[in-house]
C-alpha cells in the first residue's frame, strides 16, 4: 500500500469516496462468496480482488469507516425494529386486555338476553368496543360498526356465552372474512370443529 497522504483537498476527498467505495465493493464481494461452500473455497485460495483493496492510507481509514458505518447502522436499524416490534407488542396485549374487560362488562350487564358478546380494538385508534349479537348479525360485525374506521384494524377477543361464560367457537362466517389471525392465539372456531366430526 502506498503509504503517500493527500497533497490537496480534492485529492484527499477523492480518496475517501474510493475508500468508502472499496468498502460496499468488499461488503457486496464478501456476501457473494460466503453465500455457498464452493464460493467460499474459491475465495480461500485467491482471497480478495485487488481493486477492493485500499491504495493508500487515506482509502484504508475511509475504508475502515464505511464498513464500522455500515455494522453500526445495520445494528440500529435492527434495534429500532425490535423496539418498534416490542413497543407494538405491549399496545397490542393492554388493548386485548381492555377490550376483555369490555366485554366482560356487557356479558355481565345483558345476562340471558343476548347469545354471544365479545370485543375488539382497533389497532391504530387504540378504540374499544363490545357487541352482542342480534337481528342475524354476529357480534364480530356489531364490533367492527361499532368502532368504524378500517376493518382490517380490528382485532377481537375471544367471544362468550354470556349466561354461562363459556367461550363460543368464531362462526365459518366471521372466520371467511376477517380470517384467524386477528383472534387470539387459541381461539375456537366452528370450522375445527366440523372437521372433526
Request: hydrophobic share 40%; proline share 5%; charged share 15%.
Amino acid at each position: 500500500m502506498n503509504r503517500m497522504v493527500a497533497t490537496s483537498p480534492s485529492q484527499f476527498a477523492k480518496d475517501v469516496g474510493i475508500g468508502a467505495v472499496k468498502a460496499v465493493g468488499s461488503t457486496a464481494y464478501n456476501t457473494l462468496m460466503t453465500s455457498n461452500p464452493p464460493l467460499m473455497m474459491l475465495n480461500q485460495a485467491l482471497g480478495q480482488p485487488s481493486a477492493l483493496q485500499p491504495s493508500n492510507e487515506t482509502q484504508a481509514v475511509a475504508k475502515v469507516a464505511t464498513d464500522v458505518a455500515v455494522v453500526v447502522a445495520s445494528a440500529a436499524a435492527g434495534a429500532a425494529g425490535a423496539a418498534a416490534d416490542a413497543t407494538e407488542a405491549a399496545n397490542g396485549a393492554r388493548l386485548l386486555e381492555a377490550a376483555n374487560g369490555a366485554r366482560n362488562a356487557l356479558a355481565g350487564q345483558v345476562g340471558k338476553k343476548i347469545a354471544t358478546v365479545t370485543a375488539g380494538y382497533n389497532t391504530e385508534t387504540g378504540a374499544v368496543a363490545a357487541a352482542g349479537c342480534g337481528g342475524g348479525v354476529c357480534a364480530e360485525d356489531n364490533v367492527v360498526t361499532a368502532l368504524g374506521g378500517d376493518a382490517s384494524k380490528v382485532r377481537f377477543t375471544t367471544a362468550v356465552r354470556p349466561r354461562t361464560g363459556a367461550e363460543v367457537p368464531v362462526c365459518t362466517s366471521c372466520e371467511a372474512k376477517y380470517g384467524r389471525d386477528v383472534f387470539p392465539p387459541g381461539t375456537k372456531f366452528q370450522s375445527d370443529q366440523i372437521k372433526q366430526q
